[in-house]
Every structure is written in C-alpha cells, then in structure tokens.
Nanobody, 127 residues
Framework: QVELVESGGGLVQNGGSLRLSCVAS????????MGWFRQAPGKEREFVAS????????YYADSVNGRFTISRDNAKNTVYLQMNRLKPEDTAVYYCAASRRPYLAAPAYSAAIFGSWGQGTQVTVSS
C-alpha cells in the first residue's frame, strides 16, 4: 500500500495554469504506475492521465490531451500534473492514485487498476 498526498490545487482564471504534485510514501513508488483522476460535483470520477512506473509512457484522456502533462520523479517519490490552458470544465477535485500491481506494461486508465488514492486537491477555474 502506498500513501499519497496531493498539493497544488487552487483558484485560477480561464486559460491559466497550475501544477499539482503528489508525494508518495513507501519503497514501492518507483515500481507502480501513477495516475490522476478528477471528480466534479454531481459527476462520476474520471480518468485524467497516467504514467508508467519508469516514466517511459504516458496516457491522457481526450479532454486534456495537449493541455496537461504528467511526469514523475522516482528519486523524490513524486508525480506531477502540469495543467495549462485551463477551462471552467476542468473544475474538480483531483486525485492521484497508485496502481495495485507493479511493473505494468500496458497503459493504466481504469480506476480498478489503482489501489491507493490520495485525499484530493480542489482545482477551480473561473470563467
């Protein structure tokens, strides 16, 4: 099990940028895929982005592709989500997650693949 703590959320204007960070505890961070999900009020949690355990591949939801970038620093046990050209529809609580199994080769985008979740950080984009 990996413990995750997100930070970096806040209020930003339409078209602005934010960078979310997620720090993980435990020795297994460098072996697991990491993902970001979000949940807007009244909506189901949805996939945003994921990154392979070694950072070798990334995967994005269509709605954020080209605007968001996921990255990781295994030496710091940290995964990031750089969010540019933010839109009001990006407003949500953002959660980072770690995969249940290590060394996954295939893209991880299903919530069922992830077994550890952070508490979430609020991102609000004003119009």
């Amino acid at each position: 099990q990996v413990e995750l703590v997100e930070s970096g959320g806040g209020l930003v204007q339409n078209g602005g940028s934010l960078r979310l960070s997620c720090v993980a505890s435990g020795r297994t961070f460098s072996s697991v895929a990491m993902g970001w999900f979000r949940q807007a009020p009244g909506k189901e949690r949805e996939f945003v982005a994921s990154i392979r355990w070694d950072g070798g591949s990334t995967y994005y939801a269509d709605s954020v592709n080209g605007r968001f970038t996921i990255s990781r620093d295994n030496a710091k046990n940290t995964v990031y989500l750089q969010m540019n050209r933010l839109k009001p529809e990006d407003t949500a609580v953002y959660y980072c997650a770690a995969s249940r199994r290590p060394y996954l080769a295939a893209p991880a985008y299903s919530a069922a693949i992830f077994g550890s979740w952070g508490q979430g950080t609020q991102v609000t984009v004003s119009s």
